[in-house]
């Protein structure tokens, strides 16, 4: 079964992602929720490109 992983892609999305993760619980529908800030990278190809390293 494939995974479904949320990506957020702008400016804040430190803050948005814990948000959306764990307040609105997202963390109970999804295996995991990346974001150019936790990934040290600009929402760029750099940043798909980490993402899939991650497995997602």
Do not use: Q, T
Not at 4 to 33: M, N, Q, S, T, Y
């Amino acid at each position: 079964m494939r995974a479904i992983h949320p990506l957020l892609v702008e400016r804040g999305a430190e803050l948005d992602a814990a948000w959306l993760w764990k307040d609105l619980g997202l963390r109970e529908r999804f295996d995991a929720i990346h974001y150019a800030a936790d990934l040290g990278v600009k929402p760029s190809r750099a940043f798909y490109e980490a993402v899939e390293d991650r497995g997602g």
